[in-house]
């Protein structure tokens, strides 16, 4: 959820949402510095059924003078999933690879090599 106020606390979350079903887990992000919450929020419902209906009466809806926006999440992946899904998961290295290159659009190969080696290195903390 989001668009909450800054002085809300998931004791006044948990008794809202509580309504509407058994909640399993309340969690509003602090500020690292302010240590106020900074407007979003996480509710998690112990039955899926519960958070449907909490879902399509509250969005949209005030709370604490304040219009409030929920957002239904969505599941992580599994292994197996990661493994038969058409998606590759990509490690860092690859990822700086890639930036590197495209930044430097190198387009031979020893270009693609000193990218390579830098990415290597700085993995390494060489670099």
Request: glycine share 6%; net charge positive; charged share 25%.
């Amino acid at each position: 959820m989001r668009n909450l106020a800054y002085t809300c606390t998931e004791e006044e979350v948990e008794a809202h949402f509580s309504k509407y079903g058994p909640l399993s887990e309340v969690h509003l992000p602090l500020d690292k510095n302010t240590h106020k919450t900074i407007g979003i929020g996480f509710v998690t419902f112990l039955i899926p059924e519960h958070a449907v209906k909490a879902f399509s009466e509250l969005d949209g809806h005030i709370f604490q003078g304040r219009l409030l926006h929920l957002l239904p999440a969505k599941a992580k992946k599994t292994n197996e999933e990661e493994e038969t899904g058409t998606t590759r998961m990509i490690s860092q290295r690859e990822k700086r690879f890639y930036f590197i290159k495209n930044k430097f659009s190198f387009s031979n190969k020893i270009g693609e090599y000193l990218v390579y080696q830098i990415s290597f290195c700085r993995n390494q903390n060489q670099f």
